[in-house]
């Protein structure tokens, strides 16, 4: 039987839990309580505090007067695409620098550091210039290669910190029993660092999902817009259809969230299957 001192403890802790849900929440519920008043709420008698259902197909209306469907599959594509590329190439330059030696080693750790530090806006003119080069303006391919190039860094340092912590004794006998280095890489390394391979992956995943800048100066056809893109042309110079806006956004964060919740369970799953291991 629990003794009052941890029963309160245990509400105390349910209640703070619950807090926190609701202020993690409230942003989500807004915006849909926002999507479902119309404009005329919004902008003179003031907007309801609770979503009106019957505003749904008003709302479903409105959007489908824009093609939402193929800028989430556009979003979607960069994010994976750029996620996907900056953990292959993440994994091999990791490995390269936390298992080789050579001349050079600290100045491409600090040049990979560098490009942190160089903003966005900075090298658009030059970008633009290469991809009308190379073909690549106007085209989803070129704007997944120039959000690797800002991921790529970071998950190259969250990789090879990981491998770093990797027994070398382990990749040794792997060794002696004629396995191939690509085979201990990716068959023995990369299972053992799952967690930062996670924590990599909601980085890329996230850097490409809140893509605008680059997308919003290369693409010009509104077919290969991301989501980020499509949100910002609702916004008029006379008037902005505000519930249209909140109903996309919330469309448009619905799937980053329920990634996020999917791919937190992993790190979470990975560090505690690690430390048993232990």
């Given amino acids: 039987m629990m003794t009052p001192r941890k029963l309160a403890m245990k509400a105390l802790r349910y209640t703070l839990i619950g807090v926190l849900v609701v202020l993690a929440g409230f942003p989500v519920y807004w ?51 750029g996620t996907i590329l900056s953990l292959t190439l993440g994994a091999l330059a990791g490995y390269a620098l936390s298992r080789f030696k050579f001349h ?38 070129g704007l997944i290669l120039a959000n690797v190039g800002f991921s790529l860094p970071v998950a190259c340092f969250v990789l090879k910190g990981a491998m770093d912590a990797v027994p070398y ?11 191939p280095r690509f085979s201990v890489l990716t068959m023995i390394i990369l299972p053992l660092i799952m967690p930062s391979i996670a924590a990599a992956a909601v980085v890329a995943f996230f850097a490409g999902w809140n893509e605008f800048l680059f997308a919003s100066t290369f693409l010009m056809d509104n077919s290969l817009w991301p989501a980020s893109v499509g949100l910002a042309s609702f916004v008029g110079q006379y008037e902005t259809p505000m519930s ?35």
């Fill in 169 to 179: 004794e382990i990749e040794e006998s792997a060794i002696i029993d004629n396995c």
């Fill in 31 to 81: 915006m849909a309580a926002t999507a479902l008043n119309v404009n005329s709420q919004l902008y003179g008698t003031g907007q309801v505090a609770w979503p009106q259902l019957q505003h749904l197909p008003d709302l479903a209306t409105e959007l489908g007067k824009v093609p939402i469907g193929r800028w989430l599959f556009n979003t979607l594509l960069i994010a994976s695409g």
């Fill in 104 to 141: 050079g080693r600290g100045l491409v750790g600090f040049l990979l550091f560098m490009t942190q530090v160089v903003p966005e806006a900075l090298i658009l003119v030059p970008l633009y210039a290469m991809f009308i080069t190379f073909g690549l303006l106007n085209s989803l391919t």
């Fill in 244 to 278: 249209a806006v909140l109903g996309a956004a919330l469309v448009f964060s619905l799937p980053a969230i329920v990634f996020f919740l999917l791919i937190q369970r992993k790190i979470v799953a990975g560090l505690t299957a690690g430390a048993v291991k232990g």
